[in-house]
């Protein structure tokens, strides 16, 4: 096959975009890869080139066309160039994007026919970035409380379950948060170091409020 512009064009159509689409839903949704083989991914990005052609079929074969016996591109080049961005970048882009938002929504109807997007109920649970208190089991049996709120960070899939808390506060033997540690930083915690987590809602109450409620 004699590579024309056009055909080359073809080629990238088929190509290009299923690397962009995966690249873009890894962006959105955890993935561990590290294990895929190259023709795996290679068959999965000749997967999502396949959808991205369906989608915009229409468009491709608008521009590898001929206008008055005159290949399309020689006619309209400049909306050639603008149709190719679209098919190679935009779209592959928009649509795992929008896919991406409908499955990491708790409540979309989506996800009552397909598998979540989460691979732990750490990913589940921290996905909405919740204001919450967090008791802190230690290995050795010792409890530490926190806050997790907007500068807080849990890391997710395929990394390990660390967290970072923005703030730490003193616990009794009976895990009741006493108060705030003065001048805290925040904290951060491997998960290495802590046998399981406990979350608790409830506003900040200092001057000896009430302490935080267990949410349900």
């Not at 073809?10 to 975009?17: G, K, S």
């Not at 904290?187 to 349900?216: A, C, T, W």
């Amino acid at each position: 096959m004699e590579l024309t512009p056009e055909n080359l064009g073809l080629i990238l159509t088929f190509i290009v975009p299923g690397f962009v689409s995966i690249k873009t839903y890894g962006l959105f949704i955890s993935q561990d890869r590290s294990k895929l083989s190259d023709l795996h991914t290679f068959m999965e990005a000749i997967t999502f080139s396949s959808i991205n052609l369906a989608i915009l079929f229409w468009l491709v074969l608008l521009i590898n066309g001929s206008v008055n016996g005159k290949p399309f591109i020689e006619i309209h080049p400049v909306v050639y160039i603008i149709s190719m961005i679209f098919i190679l970048l935009i779209g592959p882009v928009l649509w795992p994007t929008v896919f991406a938002y409908f499955r990491r929504t708790k409540n979309s109807s989506l996800n009552k026919f397909i598998l979540s997007p989460y691979e732990l109920a750490w990913d589940y649970y921290f996905a909405d970035g919740p204001d919450c208190w967090v008791l802190i089991h230690l290995n050795d049996d010792t409890m530490i409380g926190g806050r997790f709120c907007a500068k807080s960070y849990a890391s997710g899939f395929p990394n390990p379950n660390d967290i970072y808390l923005e703030e730490v506060w003193k616990v009794n033997e009976f895990g009741e948060f006493i108060e705030k540690v003065e001048n805290t930083k925040g904290l951060y915690i491997n998960n290495l170091q802590y046998k399981y987590l406990e979350f608790f809602s409830g506003s900040d109450y200092n001057n000896n409020e009430s302490n935080p409620e267990m949410e349900v």
